[in-house]
């Protein structure tokens, strides 16, 4: 199991719009927890601090979050909103996790090897960027990686050809297209243009 980013939490007993703006002023960021079978409870934590966790453990990674009580909650990163003016984070929902109970999460897809592609002319045309997953909070990754530097012109990418971690399965279709490989095109008219500029 991976460390778990540890964040210390305040409890926002107002919530207001003056409130807020006081607890944004002295450089916090206004969240709340949310979970099954639990009433929310309003938190506030440290931009900077939230920013590094995010940084060093990922998107959907487990974090741990203290309160001055010394109640400690499992939660992940459900949603972050921007703010429409500088798109800085404005506020962050987190939702309790088991960690012996399955979730579900959606983890983003990069492609490898682009560069071998690029010298056979070949394009990758991406279909999905992120594929739906479930599997235990702890086991979740941030990302997952396809390699393509072995693909030709008409290959195809498909859920099913994504390698998983053991413990972590798809939450979708496993015939659906992730990407395909195609030839690069080149028109007509671009190709009058290179045999002149050979000829001159």
Not at 45 to 61: Q, T
Request: hydrophobic share 40%; aromatic share 6%; glycine share 4%.
């Amino acid at each position: 199991m991976a460390d778990m980013a540890v964040l210390n939490v305040k409890i926002r007993k107002e919530v207001s719009k003056p409130e807020n703006k006081r607890i944004q002023r002295e450089g916090y960021l206004m969240g709340v927890i949310c979970g099954k079978g639990m009433e929310s409870i309003p938190i506030a934590v440290k931009m900077d601090e939230f920013r590094k966790a995010l940084k060093i453990y990922g998107r959907n990674s487990v974090f741990t979050l203290k309160d001055p009580d010394n109640n400690s909650y499992s939660v992940m990163v459900k949603n972050i909103d921007l703010s429409a003016k500088d798109y800085s984070f404005h506020h962050v929902d987190f939702q309790k996790v088991a960690l012996d109970e399955e979730v579900k999460a959606s983890i983003a897809i990069k492609f490898t090897g682009l560069e071998f592609l690029k010298s056979k002319r070949l394009l990758l045309n991406r279909l999905m960027d992120t594929v739906a997953v479930k599997g235990l909070p702890q086991l979740i990754p941030d990302s997952i990686e396809i390699d393509v530097s072995n693909y030709n012109a008409g290959d195809t990418i498909s859920v099913r050809d994504i390698k998983l971690e053991e413990g972590i399965e798809a939450d979708t279709e496993l015939d659906q297209l992730v990407a395909s490989i195609n030839e690069v095109r080149v028109s007509e008219d671009n190709e009058a243009e290179d045999e002149v500029a050979v000829t001159i």
